[in-house]
């Protein structure tokens, strides 16, 4: 291949390596990162985890850690604003700061409920409150989370 016809190709790939591409300036580019965020994505994985073996007893132990590794990091969130709060009105901003904390103790009862029912073995109830869990998360991800985030 002649160099002149290498050269755009090559080009193309620097601007992808530099995140430059013109798929990330579409979506306005990449969220700066927040604390908030970094608690979010431990979740992420510790949740994933949970997901896949809230239905075996015989991983129960773990996932009692798991559930508290959850809850932890909910609580930790409540120290925390969404980035989303500074796109809001600013006569709504409190009131949407207050929404946000209130769907996170929601899941924090639920956490509690999950903890009880893994304690007691019943993990077609744990499994039900997980999806419930699973559920918050969504609806709290609708109204706080920038839409260009990881999913959960
Ligand atoms: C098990 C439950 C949850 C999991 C696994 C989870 C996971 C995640 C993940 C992976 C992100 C992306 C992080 C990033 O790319 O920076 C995120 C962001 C976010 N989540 Fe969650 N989430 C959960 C529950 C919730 C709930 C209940 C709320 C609201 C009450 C919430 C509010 C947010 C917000 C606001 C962000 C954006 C971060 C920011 O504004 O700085 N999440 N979450």
Do not use: W
């Amino acid at each position: 291949m002649k160099i002149r016809c290498l050269l755009p190709s090559l080009a193309l790939a620097l601007a992808f390596t530099l995140g430059l591409s013109p798929l990330r300036a579409a979506d306005g580019g990449k969220d700066p990162e927040t604390e908030l965020g970094k608690i979010m994505e431990k979740m992420g994985g510790t949740f994933r985890r949970l997901g896949r073996q809230i239905k075996d007893p015989s991983k129960n132990a773990d996932s009692l850690q798991a559930v508290a590794t959850l809850r932890d990091a909910a609580k930790s969130s409540l120290k925390h604003e969404p980035m989303l709060k500074a796109k809001q009105p600013a006569s709504e901003q409190a009131a949407y700061v207050e929404r946000f904390k209130k769907k996170m103790n929601d899941m924090i009862a639920l956490l509690d409920q999950l903890e009880t029912a893994l304690k007691a073995n019943d993990n077609e109830k744990a499994a039900a409150i997980c999806a419930k869990v699973n559920d918050t998360q969504k609806e709290g991800h609708k109204e706080f989370k920038p839409a260009g985030k990881k999913k959960g």
